[in-house]
C-alpha cells in the first residue's frame, strides 16, 4: 500500500504539469516523473501477484500520456504504444485493462496511418471486431477508467466509467476502418462501416445533428455513385429528415435561429446537389437498360440489327427474357434491379421512420413519360433551389454546373417523350439554356474548353430539332400519300439516287407541303451547317482569335 500511496502523490504531480503548460522545465519535470512512476510500477507488479494486471493497465496509461504530451518522432511514439498494447492484449476484457486498450489501439492505428502503414492499422482494427461482440455481450458498468486507478483504494471501491465512452471508442474505430477501406479503394467495407459508424452515433446521439445530416447524405451521393440507388435515397432522406427536424427546432428560438440560418442555408444546399445527382443517375440506368435492351435483341433477318425498322423504345416490354440475359451476361452489361434500387437491409437506420419520406422520392426505373415527368419535376425542384444561391459573376463555376445539369435533365426528358411537339418544346428549351450560358462564356476568360462543349451541345440540339421536324414533316406527308408505306418502303429508298424519284416527287406531294418542307429543310440544314463550320473553325483558330458572334448564325 506505500508504493500505491507513492505513485498517487507522484502522479497528481503529473497531471498538475499536464495541465499547466507555463511551467518552467515542464518537459524535464514531465519525463522525470514518468519514468519514476514506471519504475515504481514495476516493483508494485512484482512485489503484489494481485496488483499486477493493475500495474500493466496503469503502464499502459503513462505510455498514453508520453505520446500525447512528449516531443517524441511518430515512430517512437509507435513504438512506445505498441509495447503497451502486445502487454495488454491478452488482459483486454478485465475491467481495469478494457478502456485503456482501447485508447491506446485508437491511437496506436492513427499513428500507423500516419506513417502509411495501412495494412498494419487495418490489421489492428478487423482483429477488434470479435472483442465489440464480447463487450455488448458484458455488463456494461464494470470498467474503469484506468487514470482512476492512481489512487491507494481497492479496485471494488474506485468508481467505474460512463459505458458511453467504449461505446464512443468503439464507434471512432469503426469510422477510422472506413476510412481504410476507403483508402485502399474497397467500397463495399467502405460503405458498411460508415454507415454502421452513422447508425452508432445516431442511437448514442452523438456529435450535432447537422454534422450527422452531412456526413450521411455524403454517404448517401457514394451510393449514387455505386448505382446502388435504394441505400442512396434512404441515406439522403435520413439526411434531409434529420435537418429538417433540426431546423424546425432552431426555428423556435429565434436567436438561436438568426445565428445558424446561413449554416443551414449551406446545408441544404449540398443536400440539393447530391438529390440533383440521384436524379440524374435514374435517369442515365433507365436510358441505358432501354436501350440495352433494344440493342440486345436479335435480328430477324441478315448478321446485324434492322436499323430502318420503325421501333417505339418506350413500348417496348422491358421484361427480361432468357435470351436477355444471356446477352446481357456475353456482353458484361450492369445488372439493374429497380436502378439497382433495393434497399440491402444491413443499411438501414431503424430508429428513424422515413416512410412517407421515401414514398415521395422515385425509384423505380423510368419506363413512360409519365414516370420521367415526375422524375423530373423531382430532380428540378432540387436544382432551382441549388440554382437560387449562384450567380454568374461570384459563383461561375457552380452556375455553369447547374446549367449543364439542366440542360442535361431535359435532354433525358425529352428521350422519354413520345409527343413530338412536347419533344421539340423541350429541346427547345434545353437550347435556350445552353445558349443563355454560351453568351455568358462569351465575356470570360480561361474558360474556352468549357465554351468549346457547350458549343458542341448546341450543335447536338439543333441535329435533334432538325430531326424532330422531319419525323413530323414525314407524318404529315405519309398520312396524304398515294403510295403504301409497308409495301413500297423499300422500292422509295431504292429509288434515292435516282432520275424518276424526282418525278414521283413531284407528282405525290402538293405544291404547299412542298413548299413548307424544302423551307424547313433548308433552315435546319443552315442552322447545323454554320454550327459545324463554326465547330471547325474552333479547332482551326487559337483561343485569342477566335470570338463566337452570334451574329453568323443570321446572315
Not at 506505500?2 to 511551467?23: A, E, G, M, P
Not at 487514470?147 to 468508481?159: A, M, S, V
Request: with cysteine; proline share 2%; net charge neutral.
Amino acid at each position: 500500500m506505500d508504493t500505491l500511496v507513492k505513485i498517487t502523490s507522484v502522479f497528481d504531480r503529473l497531471k498538475t504539469l499536464v495541465r499547466d503548460k507555463n511551467t518552467s522545465n515542464r518537459l524535464q519535470s514531465l519525463k522525470k516523473d514518468i519514468l519514476l512512476l514506471q519504475s515504481e510500477l514495476l516493483v508494485l507488479g512484482k512485489e503484489n501477484h494481485g496488483l499486477y494486471v493493475r500495474s500493466l493497465a496503469m503502464e499502459g496509461y503513462l505510455a498514453l500520456l508520453s505520446a500525447k504530451t512528449m516531443p517524441l518522432s511518430l515512430n517512437e511514439k509507435k513504438n512506445i504504444l505498441t509495447v503497451a498494447f502486445d502487454k495488454l492484449k491478452q488482459f483486454v476484457l478485465r475491467e481495469e485493462c478494457l478502456f485503456i486498450f482501447l485508447r491506446i489501439q485508437n491511437l496506436l492505428c492513427y499513428y500507423l496511418i500516419q506513417l502509411d502503414e495501412i495494412n498494419s492499422a487495418k490489421d489492428i482494427l478487423e482483429n477488434m471486431e470479435e472483442l465489440y461482440d464480447k463487450i455488448s455481450k458484458s455488463k456494461p458498468d464494470i470498467y474503469i477508467d484506468a487514470e482512476y486507478l492512481f489512487t491507494p483504494e481497492p479496485i471494488g471501491n474506485i468508481k467505474r466509467m460512463n459505458p458511453e465512452k467504449i461505446d464512443k471508442l468503439i464507434t471512432n474505430n469503426v469510422q477510422m476502418l472506413a476510412f481504410l477501406y476507403n483508402k485502399l479503394n474497397v467500397p463495399q467495407k467502405y460503405t458498411l462501416y460508415n454507415h454502421t459508424a452513422l447508425r452508432r452515433q445516431l442511437e448514442m446521439k452523438e456529435g450535432t445533428p447537422q454534422d450527422w445530416a452531412l456526413r450521411t447524405a455524403r454517404l448517401g451521393n457514394y451510393f449514387t455513385y455505386l448505382n446502388q440507388l435504394g441505400n442512396a435515397r434512404h441515406h439522403l432522406c435520413a439526411a434531409y429528415h434529420i435537418l429538417r427536424t433540426c431546423h424546425d427546432n432552431c426555428k423556435l428560438m429565434p436567436e438561436e435561429f438568426v445565428i445558424q440560418k446561413a449554416d443551414f442555408e449551406m446545408y441544404f444546399l449540398e443536400l440539393s446537389h447530391h438529390w440533383v445527382k440521384y436524379g440524374l443517375t435514374l435517369f442515365k440506368l433507365s436510358r441505358k437498360k432501354i436501350l440495352s435492351h433494344f440493342f440486345s435483341q436479335p435480328a430477324s433477318s441478315g448478321s446485324g440489327a434492322d436499323l430502318w425498322k420503325s421501333v417505339n423504345l418506350l413500348n417496348e416490354s422491358l421484361e427480361d427474357s432468357e435470351a436477355d440475359k444471356e446477352n446481357s451476361k456475353d456482353s458484361g452489361a450492369e445488372k439493374f434491379d429497380k436502378g439497382d434500387g433495393l434497399l440491402d437491409k444491413v443499411y438501414i437506420f431503424r430508429s428513424l421512420d422515413l416512410t412517407d419520406i421515401e414514398k415521395k422520392v422515385p425509384i423505380d426505373i423510368i419506363n413512360n413519360a409519365e414516370e420521367a415527368r415526375k422524375l423530373f419535376s423531382f430532380t428540378h425542384k432540387w436544382l432551382k433551389r441549388a440554382e437560387h444561391y449562384y450567380d454568374f459573376e461570384h459563383h461561375s463555376a457552380q452556375y455553369i454546373s447547374c446549367s449543364l445539369q439542366l440542360a442535361e435533365l431535359y435532354e433525358h426528358l425529352a428521350f422519354f417523350e413520345k409527343n413530338l411537339d412536347n419533344q421539340y418544346n423541350i429541346q427547345k428549351r434545353r437550347a435556350d439554356v445552353l445558349e443563355k450560358l454560351n453568351s455568358l462564356l462569351k465575356n470570360c476568360d480561361n474558360v474556352m474548353s468549357i465554351q468549346i462543349d457547350v458549343i458542341k451541345e448546341l450543335s447536338q440540339v439543333q441535329l435533334e430539332l432538325m430531326a424532330l421536324n422531319l419525323q413530323k414533316l414525314w407524318r404529315e406527308e405519309s398520312q396524304t400519300n398515294i403510295f403504301n408505306l409497308d409495301t413500297d418502303a423499300d422500292s422509295l429508298i431504292n429509288s434515292l439516287n435516282s432520275e424518276s424519284n424526282k418525278t414521283l416527287t413531284e407528282r405525290t406531294l402538293n405544291t404547299s407541303s412542298k413548299n413548307i418542307f424544302l423551307q424547313k429543310m433548308e433552315a435546319a440544314t443552315s442552322i447545323n451547317g454554320k454550327l459545324f463550320r463554326l465547330s471547325g473553325q474552333l479547332g482551326q483558330r487559337t483561343p485569342s482569335e477566335l470570338s463566337f458572334d452570334c451574329e453568323s448564325l443570321k446572315n
